[in-house]
């Protein structure tokens, strides 16, 4: 998940001409499709769509109203630390959504020391005239341990903004708050005129204020309401707001101060008219005894959808279901609406600019899941194929329309930037230096994964005409630019070779790294060869073209003929990168049994410290890298991830011997296997958990990834089904790998409360970002054998 770009100063394109790299495709939007309008669209309107927040609302919208929560406790560093964006530490013991269903239900636990602070969401249109509906939040605040009558004091601040600068009314009973409260209200013109009540609904008592702010800088609103705080503290001594707002509020931040054990109600009612007299009905549709019943039915059908979609409840323990829900439910809980524009370097060629220079994308929207909620709240391109192999088992139309915002991302040259960060709220959590998204570089076509895996499902009778009617409209109006995708990486990939490609990007100057990273393969520090050159070939990505012109020869088949433009002879495309004895002469090593990337290469490099000069005279110590053998074309000998993507793809013929080698390298413990899945980086290699500078740690070297030990147990279990003479060693080897692969994630989760970005080589404990309910959540898949087809 590590990023690469550069960030200086933006540069305005030619007023009469528009560069062709921030040119949007010429063909219609796929997010314009009739099966995203009327009600899917309205269904979808509000939702938890602030993903970097540990609780946020928001609509769908460029400007919306915008909702969250904060809080601290008076045994927390003096009450200075106030929790708002999620953070990657151990300060808080673990949160997440235990259950969500990706439309109009979610609920959350979030561990703060001895404090479990519960939040659940709901919407309903029931009796809304407000386009979305109406919405309501559950904080329920209770003790870790059973002791109910010990009773801590909780500083809760719930703030509601208008991005659009709409001016907000303060309520007028927010300090003498009653059973039932009216905290804000205002006008829209997507909802009309709504309210936002508060109800507690326990004997604690609730002290209420408030302030407000006039511009919605919601990336700030924490250090702006701390800031009140302070003043107020250092004038009264207590942790109160200062009951004031600037004129024309468009932002409020009220404070709820209570104690554990209590639960408070927050509800949204929207296309309020004046002339009715229901409101008093309505909010208590959305809080207490009525609300407790609504969260109680979506919960109950959370349970009932889970068995249908993933039928575990027979084959697995408690813990592991527990698990599995926590996979699906952070998985839709982590989606995010984001818009902006994103950052793109400026070509090179562009009259009298420096390369650092970027340039803006088009204002555009993306929905899409994220990786992970603190460290990449933000979308991935490669990372959605695999967020969406799980999410289409839950509800295809939520993958059709995220995979029709990213492909509408496309520019005219069929290039899709490989990392999104759209708005204030997302470039926040962005180190500067990593924005800006370089054009010459891709990212693994996952997507394809995915709409090859919908095929397979209508292919297999797994929707209804009505469903599968959807699934083909999607197809035949996506064609045009899935045809443009590839064909981008056909041409701008390709290697000196027939058959041949290698990813772009990789820094042939670099005296820093001691391998020069490939951040578009994905695989970010995974060793190519020493020195970068055109020579190159990289087997994962010949792999990722066979996949990807399979699956548009698919689609062509499946659609049938039609009057369409279409640029590649996919057929004979599949056949070139399918011929087993092609990809044996590129990539195969005979004496290592092993698939390997090829290229201008010498093991004997290595960091040195050097005394270095700086320009003002002073001298320096640095880490450098030195070549002390001289690099020759040749096949690269790291054996690991890479080494596996013909396995991975099924090229390998059944009943061939080299099949065999593949099993035995999987199994092998001086390799890549151990207790706890398959290491990215064989123990074999020079490489094997070197650092690649002087800070950055192995990443792709050996820690293990659920997503690429996702896929080879895929084709374990394909390899274990087909006629060949190594069915029962490809079943052995599937079923300890599952069975290893699922313990050690339950047993993390057990023993942390989080799935994690990648986990330890040796003993197998979680590592990296917490919350990686990304690829890491394809956990759930893996309990329950579903697998894609090729």
Known sequence: MMTGGASHKMIAPDEFQIPRVITPFPAPKLSHLPMFQGDHKESLYWGTYRPQVYFGVRARTPQSLVAGLMWLSDEKDDGKHMRHFCENSEDLKS????????IDFGRQELLDQDMIL??????????????????????????????????????????????????LNLGKDVLGLKKSSL???????????????????????????????????IVNISDAVQKNLSVQENNSGRVQLSDTSEDSSSIYAFQITTTTQSTIDIAFVSGIRRETSDMEQRIMSLTGSSLSSLLEEKHVAFDEKF?????????????????GKAAIGNMLGGIGYFYGQSKVQAPKSTKDKSEDEFLLYWPAELYTAVPSRPNFPRGFLWDEGFHQLLVWRWDFRITLEILGNW??????????????????????KMPKEYVVQIPSNGNPPTLLLVIRDLINGIRADKFNKEERDQI??????AFVRLDAWFQWFNTSQKGKEIGSYYWHGRDSLTNRYLNPQSLSSGLDDYPRASHPTDDERHVDLRCWMYLAADCMNS??????????????????????????????????????????????????????????????????????????????L??????????????????????????????????????????????????????????????????WRGPIWMNMNYMILSSLHHYSIVDGPYMAKARTIYEELRSNLIRNVVSNYVQTGYIWEHYDQTEGTGEGARVFTGWSALILLIMSEEYPLF
Not at 472 to 477: A, M
């Open 634 to 699: 040749r096949l690269v000998p790291h054996i690991g991830y890479v080494s596996f993507f013909p396995f991975m793809f099924r090229i390998i013929p059944p009943a061939s011997s080299i099949l065999e080698k593949q099993l035995d390298l999987i199994s092998s413990r001086s390799t890549v296997w151990s207790d706890y899945g398959l290491l990215s980086l064989g123990k074999t290699s020079s490489l094997y958990m070197v650092y690649n500078t002087e800070t950055e740690a192995p990443y």
């Open 407 to 428: 492909l509408d991302l496309m520019n005219i040259d069929g290039w899709i930037p490989r990392e999104q960060v759209l708005g204030d709220e997302a470039l926040s």
């Open 183 to 217: 905290l804000a209200s205002g006008s829209r013109a997507d909802v009309g005129i709504w309210q936002m009540h508060l109800t507690s609904q326990s004997q604690a008592r609730l002290e209420t204020h408030y302030c407000g702010f006039k511009k919605p800088d």
């Open 95 to 102: 949160f997440g959504w235990r259950e969500h269903n990706g």
């Open 118 to 167: 519960e939040t659940s969401f709901v919407k309903t249109k029931e009796g809304s005239l407000g386009y979305g509906g109406d919405w309501s939040v559950r904080i329920n605040l209770k003790n870790k341990e059973l002791n109910d009558e010990v009773k801590r004091t909780v500083h809760l601040f719930f703030y509601v903004a208008d991005e659009s600068g709409n001016a």
């Open 472 to 477: 083909l409209s999607f197809l035949d109006l």
């Open 555 to 632: 689609i062509i088949e499946f659609l049938g003929a039609k009057d369409r433009t279409v640029t590649v002879d996919y057929s004979s495309t599949v056949k070139l990168l399918s011929d087993f004895n092609l990809l044996n002469q590129m990539h195969y090593d005979h004496d290592l049994g092993a698939y390997l990337d090829f290229g201008n290469h010498t093991e004997d490099v290595r960091l040195v410290w050097k005394e270095v000069t700086e320009e003002d005279g002073r001298v320096s110590r640095e880490l450098v890298r030195e070549t002390f053998g001289k690099p020759e």
């Open 307 to 323: 068995k249908e979609c993933f039928h575990l409840s027979e084959k697995l323990d408690s813990e592991t279901l527990m698990v």
